[in-house]
């Protein structure tokens, strides 16, 4: 069955690095673009970056632009999100997300997140 499995998070101070990893299984990985999008405490879903399925074009949101990188290895059916210089508005849980779509079609999953605490 379809499984994406983030790790990778934890409790780092700010300033700190983090590295995210999200493994893919049960559908052909490298058809998906792949999303990083987060949930920080009492507030709503907000995307974070994205790669598209051949890995050569990413984007960023703002508040993320120039402090993380998003990458993917589809011999390894994983994606990455490097996170450096953390910030307290940073913590949320990230989830990974899997996409692929076209006109009268539409592949979406989801995985069950993995916690980011940025704290001193």
């Known amino acids: 069955q379809v499984q994406l499995v983030e790790s990778g998070g934890g409790l780092v101070q700010p300033g700190g690095s983090l590295r995210l990893s999200c493994a893919a299984s049960g559908f052909t990985f490298s058809n998906y673009a792949m999303s990083w999008v987060r949930q920080a405490p009492g507030k709503g879903l907000e995307w974070v970056s994205g790669?598209?399925?051949?890995?050569?074009?990413?984007s960023y949101a703002d508040s993320v632009k120039g402090r993380f990188t998003i990458s993917r290895d589809n011999a390894k059916n994983t994606v990455y999100l490097q996170m450096n210089g953390l910030k307290p508005e940073d913590t949320a849980v990230y989830y990974c997300n899997a996409l692929y779509m076209g006109d009268d079609y539409r592949y979406d999953y989801w995985g069950q997140g993995t916690q980011v605490t940025v704290s001193s």
């Open positions: 790669i598209n399925s051949g890995g050569d074009s990413t």
